[in-house]
């Protein structure tokens, strides 16, 4: 599906300024391939009605149904919210979003799920910039769908603008000290974290799998739209490995 204008279309935090220009550095190489954004209203996250009313789906799906407008190929929800809502949470809504506009639906953790599983990952690094008991609700969530988190980082942050504020140097220091307790693989999750510059170079350093929450939803985009995922060159592992 080279040869033809290929679209993505990701539904995004209201608040978010990371997942936007990254996604776009990581296509810039790729010919005949966009990225569509759409947003909803997100400015923090907790575990207080309040912030979890704000990922309704009826919210994702107006966004969705703009998105369908611009004929694009598949629609990603990019965000983390189901890590510690629920993973069926994202099921439900990818069964939603094709169902309402007859186009291929993928989320972000469900991408988590699928490459940590496919991988056979024992021991997961957990990098974040949540808060403690957010913190603790996506250990049990991903644990009920079998993803054990060995070792883990948060930053005790809530507001979702922050996130984006959070330093390479910060991140950096996170993985290392997941890696150091002997994780398998770190998964970096936050859409508004900019740590998918750090992963090829992390990667090759500390040798394991380092998977950032904006490769991985681009990744499995690219997949559901027909497009290799190897045409991205120097994002790290994830787009170079047949998996």
């Known amino acids: 599906m080279t040869g033809r204008a290929v679209r993505i279309g990701m539904i995004t935090p209201s608040s978010n300024t990371v997942l936007e220009p990254v996604t776009a550095a990581m296509l810039a190489g790729v010919a005949n391939v966009t990225a569509h954004f759409a947003r909803f209203k997100v400015t923090e996250i907790a575990l207080s009605d309040l912030s979890v009313g704000q990922f309704d789906d009826s919210e994702i799906l ?69 808060t403690g008991d957010v913190q603790n609700r996506i250990r049990i969530c991903w644990s009920a769908c079998g993803l054990q988190v060995h070792a883990e980082r948060h930053l005790g942050i809530r507001d979702n603008f922050a996130f984006a504020q959070v330093t390479e140097p910060q991140i950096d220091a996170m993985i290392r000290a997941v890696v150091h307790e002997k994780a398998q693989a770190v998964a970096i999750v936050c859409t508004n974290l900019n740590g998918a510059r750090l992963v090829a170079r992390s990667e090759v350093e500390l040798g394991v799998p380092i998977y950032d929450s904006v490769a991985i939803t681009l990744w499995k985009s690219l997949k559901a739209a027909g497009v290799s995922p190897d045409r991205i060159r120097g994002w790290g592992r994830l787009f170079g490995d047949p998996v």
Not at 62 to 78: E, G, T
Not at 79 to 101: C, F, K, M
């Open 62 to 130: 107006r966004a969705a149904d703009l998105l369908a407008d611009a004929r694009v190929d598949v629609i990603a929800w990019n965000g983390t919210s189901a890590s510690w809502l629920g993973l069926e949470r994202d099921e439900r809504l990818v069964e939603r979003i094709q169902g309402a506009t007859g186009i291929k639906a993928c989320t972000c953790v469900l991408a988590f799920r699928e490459i940590l599983q496919r991988t056979g990952v024992e021991r997961i690094g957990l990098v974040t910039p949540y």
